[in-house]
């Protein structure tokens, strides 16, 4: 294959990812209700995967923080079992839907949703949060 047919098939790959990437169709995705149910149940481990500071403004109570932005993100899981149920949630849904991929994809986590639309869409809807 040509230099200039690998650009342009390069280009399409690059141009194909993004655009799936910004469908909104996100499976691991659940709306605030959703998520407001299974947080009540506490039946699920609750994370925030905002930076200490993010989360100290506000929060959802019973929820740890792990800051997806640590280079310890990924070790801290390693002590979780992969079958645990676990509910994680940012801003906006962006940080929480990688780290899910990641959790789910390089750790084998199976039991594993985020918050669509993140704490935007819970301070929306209407749900409490708490300070530190």
Not at 57 to 72: L, M, N, V
Request: net charge negative.
């Amino acid at each position: 294959m040509g230099k200039t047919k690998s650009l342009k098939y390069l280009a399409v790959l690059i141009f194909t990812v993004l655009l799936s990437a910004c469908d909104g169709n996100d499976e691991n995705a659940i709306s605030v209700n959703e998520f407001a149910t299974i947080v009540e149940s506490k039946e699920c481990l609750l994370i925030d995967v905002r930076s200490p500071d993010e989360y100290l403004s506000g929060h959802i109570k019973g929820s740890a923080t792990i800051d997806f932005y640590s280079p310890e993100f990924e070790h801290k899981f390693r002590f979780i079992d992969v079958n645990q149920c676990m509910l994680l949630y940012c801003n906006t849904g962006n940080r929480s839907g990688q780290a899910v991929h990641i959790l789910k994809n390089e750790l084998g986590f199976t039991n594993i949703v985020h918050l669509k639309d993140g704490m935007e869409a819970w301070e929306e809807a209407g749900y409490e949060l708490v300070e530190n």
